[in-house]
């Protein structure tokens, strides 16, 4: 077993990996499988992985089933990101949210926002 800190052992999470979308399927859901090479690469485990249609009650029924299934430590999500009527996936996440985090969904999206910056400057 290999150490993170000091004298921690590693010690593997059970991830769950959801994409949300209306479109894809395992044969193209490029997000998906670079989720599950990352979570593999760095010595997790793959518990699940669903491809759900952007519609809240089958979002929440996976989220829901997911949180209660001791198999699973984490759930991760991809997708689901556009903004029309149709795209519920906010909604459905709000439906099994505990405790909001005020500012911690900007902080990820600033780091995004950096490295994709950064990644588009070395592309010109």
Same mark, same amino acid.
């Given at each position: 077993m290999s150490k993170i800190e000091g004298? &921690? !052992?590693? *010690?593997? #999470?059970? @991830? +769950? #990996? +959801?994409? #949300?979308s209306d479109t894809r399927t395992l044969d193209n859901d490029k997000s998906g499988d670079t989720l599950v090479e990352r979570i593999e690469a760095a010595g997790h485990i793959l518990a !699940?992985? $669903? @491809? #759900?249609?952007? =519609?809240? =009650?089958? @979002? $929440? !029924? *996976? *989220?829901n089933g997911w949180i +209660? =299934?001791?198999a699973v430590d984490v759930v991760i999500t991809t997708g689901g990101t556009g903004l029309t009527g149709r795209d519920v996936t906010p909604e459905a996440f709000a439906r099994v949210c505990e405790k909001d985090i005020p500012g911690f969904g900007e902080m990820f999206r600033w780091i995004s926002y950096q490295k994709i910056?950064? @990644?588009? &400057?070395a592309h010109v």
């Open positions: 004298d &921690r !052992a590693f *010690l593997p #999470v059970r @991830i +769950a #990996v +959801a994409t #949300v !699940a992985r $669903e @491809i #759900v249609k952007d =519609d809240a =009650d089958v @979002i $929440e !029924a *996976l *989220l +209660a =299934d001791d910056k950064k @990644i588009g &400057r």
